[in-house]
């Protein structure tokens, strides 16, 4: 077994590219996601590493020197900090000229050729789903005989063995959660929604939505939900409950943890009696009975991609979702007392200033609890990157999707709208919607009652004023 360190390099100061995050970019508030997609194959390596730079503040210095100390470095990296990435792994060798580098996430799952080609420094990379393909590497078997592996061979050829079946039975795959506690200081991770501290995890991957933009589905997991066995989820709670007395939430971060309601809400009914507090993703689109059963049981928010407030966005992204059944469900939330963070993206196809204004309206009177609004970002592997670049929407001189400090750039305009239009909207809408009476009433209250609470969203506050700052620097240049 090679001395094997799973490594989210540092890159731009507070950016959440890590293997956790859907949209890799600095947020308006500083936020970070557990290293999932690390933490699986790192579990998988007995006597392996994981370390996950940005969130423990450590620097490029810090993680150098490490490299002497391994055989093999599997880092995760993604379209915003592909760059970044490869010079991190020239570092790491220019430190130990014998170390092995791996690459893992849905840029190289997709674009496994470019990746090397562009990265002469980078040994392999991994396609697809790649938990056990980065195993059998660690293992220091042949690489022309690992399924799911593309590799530079000897005399510096690009090669592509043949594709890994995707894994069928889920339970085969260890607790991530076991790494977590190993190797991470889980009060680093911080979202603005959930409960501090928090632990999050996937039950299951895939997803049955056909949504264009959606990066995981189309780069990894696919479109069938294959999920852990109930006992297997509820056992992995009854690790994190004894191994962290301090948390207060769970997150399930399935793409959509609602796809198998009657599995759902026997999780739920397990979750009940071990008195959790948990949130996941959602669609908009669950009945209330359900609704009640998971609120009965300890589901204290939803994430909830509503995406556009305008029905023809919505069939133009193939969402399969009616503006009148998301009013339903959401006013059905309301009334039970499940907390939404509604998720929001500007630009898609069919995007016009008077849609704009529609997903604000909407938004105002749905009013989720939070909400987070992104630019649209089509990533390599998506319907909507082929679309856009088939359409000549796309950016082809800013296909990092961030600019220079890592804050989102909007990438897709159309002809009756402009990048700078699109991006501009974003500071709009949170204005619109958090600067109303009604809402900053709410959050005065929820600090009133709650010092914790009053420490934290006065620190989100000062971020997220800096990030509108930010944005107006932005604007000017």
Known sequence: MMRTLFLQAPSFDGFDGGAGARYQARREIKSYWFPTWLAQPAALVPGSKLVDAPPHNQTLADVAGMARDYDLCVMHTSTPSFASDIKVAERLKAENPNLKVGLIGAKV??????????????????????????????????????????????????????????????????????????????????????????ISFYTGRGCKSRCTFCLWPQTVGGHRYRTRSVGHVLEEIAFIKQAYPDVKEIFFDDDTFTDNLPRAEEIARGLGRMGVTWSCNAKANVPRDSLKIMRDNGLRLLLVGYESGNQQILHNIKKGMRIEVAKQFTKDCHELGIAIHGTFILGLPGETKETIEETIRFAIETNPHTLQVSLAAPYPGTFLYEQAAREGWLDTANTDYVDAHGVQIAPLAYEHLSHTEIFNSVETFYKRFYFRAPKIASICGEMIRDRQMLVRRLREGVEFFGFLRERAKARAA
């Not at 078997?141 to 690992?146: A, F, Q, T």
């Not at 339970?171 to 790494?179: A, I, K, R, T, Y």
């Open 109 to 198: 799952a997709v674009q496994a050729m470019e990746s090397l080609r562009d990265a002469p420094v980078v040994d392999w990379v991994a396609r697809n789903e790649f938990d056990f393909t980065v195993k059998e590497a660690a293992e220091g078997r042949d690489l022309s005989s690992i399924k799911g592996l593309s590799f530079r061979n000897g005399e510096g050829v690009i090669v592509h063995n043949d594709d890994r079946p995707m894994l069928e039975n889920m339970d085969d795959l260890p607790f991530v959660s076991e790494v977590y506690k190993r190797d991470l200081d889980h009060k680093k991770y911080f979202i603005g929604y959930l409960k501090h501290p928090y």
